[in-house]
Structure formats: structure tokens, C-alpha cells
């Protein structure tokens, strides 16, 4: 067979908790370190007896006493700015401290300048730029000749700006810039990783509203700026679905040229040597059409309550939103203060109040915001328990209040300018940062010392200024106030604070309406792709022998890469919807059960855990990849198998087999002689977003009749991750039911 499949969702979970077991590779700083051991502070010089009646002096003193030298003018080193004649923005920043060289460059027109009808196109337009290739080499060919020098060329989205971008040593920066001026020019945008990077956004789309927090920031946003604003709109099925090469083709031909174009370098080079190389790579580059990206019509959003109703939670978000300003407004560094005493910090009135003395807040923030091209949202926020909701609601509004009518003290106003002009140093404490700013300030039109400006402008904010904006930018009356949580839990019921507006959160499902089905998914299999289902089902038993199986018990030990831990492992499965596992970790015995009536993790001090829903998600649909229910499925109509050509796997010729199983899509690659699978390819949404994964099946070996795969390599997103070696199967053993029933008193809450 092509493998136990249920095996590696569940084990994506193990991957996803990777960060609560001790890393045996990271041991404790010791005193020539940093900290010592025991956790005190490190020995010092003996202090003489005058000594230490000075410092208790001082102690004992006023601390507000002590003097402080003003900082002084803040004027980094800028870098030189060339404009070529065909438009292109060009600054140079040398940095001697390293033999590196890295460059960003940035093309007018993101996500805000998308279509409605294709909103993610860009997302896939960055995704596809570079890993797509160029006109003569594939993206895993540039792969080959980026890593023999440890060098990188990437793209990014941007809701502004699409970037792209390059790091290489000194001595290869030739050959790297040779390669990234091929991307820039000749992409090809190959279809296989167009699909790619739609999965990875229908698979993000799947799991948006795994979250509290993401679902409480997408509808707030929504709230805010109109939910078809290009400020707050998100990706669907059909909006993928919807996007072709030629979209990206297009894109690239209207967006690609130097006028629209702003490209910073930094590092060891000699200035002048730099501009005469760029000068004759992009001087003859013409003209093309100008970009100007504009600004969408935003209204203050509707107040009132508006609630998502979330019931496997025992927390709440909540969001209160309304506009806030730009950043060329001449309020911009009022508020800025204005924020940091209201909610920037522990010693800010939210976190004081809300958080410290009244116990409500897991986190609490708040803020005025600003944006370079349109104005930001002024959100307050807050996480608490479900029965503490309206109380949640009922301190946010008494500190808008407080705000607006209790101006900051001369200590809170000192503390707040403090704070941002301290911290502000160390965000620019380098020269790559300060050429990135400069290089926004060029792409949003803003006056080329802006940042020096805004240490003045603070230094200048007065008492009078931050009550001026508090009663201008804060105001309960134009708050839309939304809360995400579970409402037969909360202290009372939100209509307490007016109308209650419900916001229905279903996913649109593919082609939702008719007009955007996905043209490009198969309707029914092609005759290639069930001859080739057929071949893996024959290979694994054939399939009456898969049919039969009722339970599966396997034991492996897995290597988790990134933390650099064995484990040992027992996992179960009791199709269609049970699984188990249980490890031996260095923090104790874990266990992990994911099943329609408990799914939970569980281990030692750690308690009993929910399992977050998408992982839940994950372990149940991934049952549907075993092949044992692809052999019960073949002829559901909801079952496609499409074979869709051939791609090396090593060195074999593999077939390639598309598989929809339901809403799922994956796909794998079939030794054409063997029947066995030997790559899986299917996508998912791990703990930092969307995850391509792809799982390498070995050493395969018959047991009881049943051919299966007894090693695995698992990388995400192209980096090994997890490596997986079985010492046993047995297929139909007796398993307790109890194994997946969750530890009597745990209660499953989490805290």
C-alpha cells in the first residue's frame, strides 16, 4: 500500500506543540553566558562600605530626582538616492560591517489595487513570481543554484507593494543579481506552482475561523472600513478559484516597469562601483504605463453591537472600531502619545486598569491608528473569559471615557514620550532599516526626513495636545463594538448595551452563487486516474483486504528536526473518525486524541488541552487519505481520481494522481511499475499559516497481507521537519474505546 495516512495528520499535531517540549539541543546559558543557572544575577566586585551607603542613598532617594541628559538629534546615516531617466528609484546604503549584500525592491501595486471578482491574486502573483521560475530555468533549479551559495531571492504580497528581494554573500553578488534580474524579467509563472500557492490560500480560507483573535481582526476590520473596502476584503473559494496564469501575466506586464519601481541595496560595496552596475543593467529598461494606486472611500462604520457566535470557546474577543487618521495628519504625533498613555504598555491606563487591577484581560491594547496611503482604525481591544464579556465591554467604554475626560498627568505624558523615543532608536538601530523606511517614504510620497521629523514631533506633544486628540479620536458614540464568543456563557446578555446586530461567518463554498465555480477542478475522473487508484489499491492488498480493516495499531519512533527530539510513539486508528497517539516526551507521557466527542491533548503539569479545532479538523479528514477509504470510495461521485501526467521523483518517472476526496484535495506520486506511493503532496493551515507538505514514503513491507510504507520524511514548506521510522503495524487489534475518551474532572477548559 501507499501507507498509513492517518498516521501523518495526526502527527502534524506533534509538529504543532513542538514548542511546549524541552529542546534537548538548547541548553541553559551559563554565568559567562549571560544569566547564571540558578537564575540570579551574576556575581560583581565587592563594593567598598562608602560604596554602599551611596547607592542605599540613592535607593532611598527619589528616582524622579535623578536627571537625564535630553536625547540627542536623531540623524542616521540616509542613503544616496539615484532616479534613472526611465523613472526607476535607486538607494544605495554601504554597510562595511559584514561581506553581505542584500536588496529589496518594491513594484507599485498590491492587494489594495485587486479586483473583487480575484481578490488574492496577488497572493498568488508573489508566491508564483519567484518559485515559478524563469523562461529558461525552474523555480527548483534556481533553488539548486540559490542554495550552492547560500543565497535567497523571494517574493512577497503587500497590500501597497509587491516585493522581491535578494541576500548573498559579497563574492557572489554578481551571479545572485544576475539570477534575480531574471526573475524580475522573465518570470514564467509554471501552472504546478500557481496551484500550489492557491491551495495554500484555500487552505487558510478552511481555517479562518479556527482563531478567536484572526476572527475578531478580519470582522472588526470589515466593520470598520465596509466589508467590501480593499482594506478589509479577504479571499474565497471562488476568488481563487478565479485566478488564472494569464491574471498574473497580465499583472506583471502592467506593473513591471522602472517608473514604478523603487530598489534599495545595502552593504559591503563601494557606492560609486554600485550605481555603475545598476546603471548599465536597468538604464536601457523603458518606460511603461504609470501605477498610481488609489485611495478607496472610507465612512465611519456603523455603531452599535455586532456578535459571531463561537460555541467551543470559554474566552471572548473584543474589538471596538472606528476611523482614525493618516500619517501625514498634523495630529499624527499627538495621538501617538496619546496612545502610548492609553494603551501602550504595561504602565498604560488599559493594561493598569483593565488587566492589573480589575483582572479582566488575558490582553487588553488600544490605539488611534494611522496608515501612509488612508486612514487607519481606531481599535480597542480586549481578551477575557466568557463570563466576564459585558464586563469586558462595560471597561472598555469607562476608559473612553477617561480618556476623553481626565487629560494625562506631567508623569504620564513624560513616561509616554519616553517610551517611544527610547524604543524608537533601537527600530532604527541599523542601516538596512533605515533605507527600508526611506524607501516607503518614497513609494508613499512622503518628505524624505520624515522619520527625523517624527523624534520632533513627539518631543513637542504637550498635555494640551493628547486631550485634544483623546476628545477628537475617541468617542463611544461612533464605536462599532463587535464581540466573538460563546453568548450562553457570557454575564449578560449583550442587548444590555443596545441592539445586537448577528455577522454570519460561513465560509462561502467553491463557486458559492454560481458565477465562480472553479474551472479548473475536475467533475468526474478520467480513466487514466482510476486505472491508477486501482494500481496503488492492487499494490496495497487489493481491495477486499483493505475494505476489512476495522483498526490499526501502530509503534514508531519520530524525529522532530527543528527541536531536535526522538520520541516514541503508539498510535491507533478506528476508521472513520477515531485517532490516538500517545508519546513519551521529555516532559512525561503525552497524549493526543482527536475524534467527533473529545479531542484533547494531555500531559503532565500541561493539564488537559482542547485540541485546536483546525488540527481536530485535520487528524478526521486526513482518515480520508488512508487508502483503505479511497478503496471504499471508488465509485462516490464525491471521490474524483484524475491522473495528471508524470514528474521525477528521484529517479523514477512518477505518475502523478489527483485525488478529491470530498472538500479535500491532495495528491500523490505512483511508481508506475510498483503501484506504491511515493510522494504525498496535500496542504493545510499549521501554526504560521498556510503549509504545503509533502511526505517521501520508503521501505516498504507486507504485514498481514497489507503492503505499507515503514519510513517517512515530512517537509513543510520545503523544510524537513519530521522523519519517521516504524518498527510495527497490526491491522484489526482489539483497542479499548476508552483510549479516546477524555480524563475524568479535566473539564477540557483551558485557562
Request: hydrophobic share 40%; proline share 6%.
Amino acid at each position: 500500500m501507499s501507507g498509513i495516512h492517518f498516521r501523518r495528520v495526526i502527527l502534524v499535531l506533534v509538529l504543532a506543540i513542538g514548542n511546549l517540549l524541552p529542546a534537548q539541543s538548547q541548553p541553559a546559558k551559563t554565568a559567562a553566558q549571560g544569566t547564571p543557572p540558578t537564575g540570579k544575577a551574576a556575581p560583581t566586585a565587592k563594593t567598598s562600605p562608602a560604596g554602599e551607603k551611596a547607592q542605599s542613598d540613592l535607593a532611598a532617594g527619589d528616582i524622579a530626582a535623578i536627571k537625564k541628559p535630553p536625547l540627542p538629534p536623531f540623524h542616521p546615516q540616509q542613503p544616496k538616492r539615484i532616479q534613472l531617466e526611465n523613472g526607476m528609484v535607486i538607494f544605495l546604503q554601504e554597510d562595511h560591517e559584514l561581506p553581505l549584500i542584500d536588496g529589496t525592491l518594491y513594484v507599485r501595486g498590491g492587494s489594495n489595487d485587486e479586483q473583487g471578482d480575484k481578490v488574492g491574486l496577488v497572493s498568488v502573483y508573489a508566491n508564483a513570481w519567484r518559485t515559478g521560475g524563469t523562461k529558461t530555468k525552474t523555480g527548483d533549479q534556481l533553488d539548486d543554484l540559490l542554495e550552492a551559495r547560500a543565497a535567497r531571492v523571494e517574493s512577497n504580497p503587500n497590500p501597497t507593494a509587491t516585493s522581491l528581494g535578494f541576500s548573498c554573500l559579497k563574492a557572489d553578488f554578481d551571479a545572485v543579481l544576475d539570477i534575480f534580474n531574471d526573475v524580475l524579467h522573465n518570470p514564467e509563472f509554471r501552472q504546478e506552482k500557481i496551484d500550489l500557492a492557491k491551495d495554500a490560500m484555500k487552505a487558510s480560507i478552511a481555517r479562518r475561523n479556527d482563531n478567536l483573535g484572526q476572527i475578531a481582526g478580519r470582522e472588526a476590520a470589515r466593520l470598520g472600513f465596509g466589508a467590501q473596502s480593499p482594506y478589509a476584503r479577504v479571499p474565497e473559494y471562488a476568488t481563487v478559484n478565479a485566478i488564472t496564469r494569464e491574471d498574473l501575466l497580465n499583472w506583471h506586464s502592467r506593473h513591471v516597469h522602472p517608473n514604478n519601481i523603487i530598489f534599495g541595496i545595502v552593504g559591503d560595496f563601494d557606492s560609486a562601483q554600485m550605481e555603475a552596475r545598476l546603471r548599465k543593467l536597468f538604464e536601457s529598461w523603458p518606460k511603461g504605463a504609470q501605477f498610481m494606486s488609489k485611495e478607496a472611500p472610507v465612512s465611519d462604520p456603523k455603531a452599535g453591537m455586532y456578535f459571531v457566535e463561537k460555541e467551543d470557546v470559554n474566552q471572548s474577543e473584543i474589538r471596538m472600531v472606528s476611523l482614525g487618521l493618516r500619517r501625514d495628519n498634523p495630529d499624527y504625533y499627538a495621538v501617538e502619545v496619546m496612545n502610548q498613555v492609553f494603551g501602550g504598555g504595561f504602565s498604560s491606563r488599559l493594561f493598569s486598569n483593565l488587566r492589573t487591577k480589575a483582572g479582566l484581560a488575558y490582553a487588553v491594547f488600544g490605539s488611534v491608528g494611522s496608515n501612509f496611503t488612508h486612514v487607519g482604525l481606531t481599535t480597542l481591544g480586549i481578551g477575557t473569559k466568557s463570563g466576564t464579556t459585558a464586563q469586558a465591554v462595560a471597561g472598555l467604554y469607562k476608559e473612553v471615557d477617561d480618556m476623553r475626560n481626565n487629560a494625562a498627568t506631567a508623569a504620564e505624558l513624560q513616561r509616554a514620550k519616553d517610551a517611544i523615543l527610547n524604543s524608537f532608536v533601537f527600530e532604527y538601530d541599523s542601516k538596512d532599516k533605515v533605507m527600508l523606511q526611506r524607501m516607503q517614504y518614497e513609494l508613499y510620497g512622503y518628505p524624505a526626513d520624515f522619520l527625523e521629523r517624527f523624534q520632533k514631533g513627539v518631543e513637542q506633544v504637550t498635555a494640551a495636545d493628547v486631550d485634544r486628540v483623546a476628545k477628537k479620536y475617541l468617542s463611544k458614540d461612533k464605536l462599532a463594538v463587535l464581540v466573538v464568543g460563546k453568548s450562553a456563557d457570557f454575564d449578560k446578555q449583550l442587548s444590555t448595551f443596545g441592539q445586537v446586530t448577528p455577522i454570519d461567518i460561513t465560509i462561502p463554498q467553491p463557486g458559492a452563487g454560481g458565477s465562480n465555480a472553479s474551472a479548473s477542478a475536475p467533475v468526474t475522473s478520467n480513466p487514466e486516474g482510476k486505472a491508477l487508484i486501482a494500481k496503488v489499491i492492487e499494490a496495497s492488498g487489493g481491495a477486499a483486504k483493505l475494505s476489512s480493516i476495522k483498526a490499526v495499531r501502530l509503534k514508531a519512533s519520530l524525529t522532530l528536526k527543528a527541536q531536535g527530539i526522538s520520541l516514541e510513539s503508539e498510535q491507533a486508528e478506528v476508521p472513520p473518525d477515531k485517532t490516538y497517539m500517545k508519546m513519551n516526551t521529555p516532559g512525561g507521557e503525552m497524549v493526543i486524541v482527536a475524534s467527533p466527542q473529545d479531542s484533547f491533548m494531555a500531559m503532565g503539569a500541561m493539564g488537559v488541552r482542547p485540541l485546536p479545532s483546525s488540527q481536530k479538523e485535520d487528524s478526521l479528514n486526513g482518515m480520508k487519505r488512508s487508502v483503505w477509504s479511497l478503496a471504499q470510495h471508488l465509485n462516490d461521485p464525491q471521490y474524483i481520481f484524475s491522473a495528471q501526467g508524470t514528474e521525477k521523483i528521484g529517479d523514477t518517472e512518477a505518475a502523478v494522481l489527483e485525488i478529491h476526496a470530498g472538500q479535500q484535495q491532495f495528491r500523490w506520486y505512483v511508481d508506475p511499475k510498483t503501484g506504491y506511493v511515493l510522494r504525498e503532496q496535500s496542504t493545510a493551515t499549521g501554526q504560521t499559516g498556510p503549509e504545503t507538505r509533502i511526505t517521501d514514503l520508503s521501505d516498504y513491507k507486507a504485514v498481514e497481507g497489507i503492503t505499507v510504507p515503514f519510513h517517512e520524511e515530512v517537509s513543510i514548506n520545503g523544510t524537513p521537519a519530521l522523519s519517521i521510522a516504524v518498527s510495527s503495524y497490526e491491522f484489526n487489534p482489539t483497542i479499548d474505546p476508552k483510549i479516546f475518551e477524555k480524563p475524568a474532572g479535566s473539564g477540557g477548559e483551558q485557562k
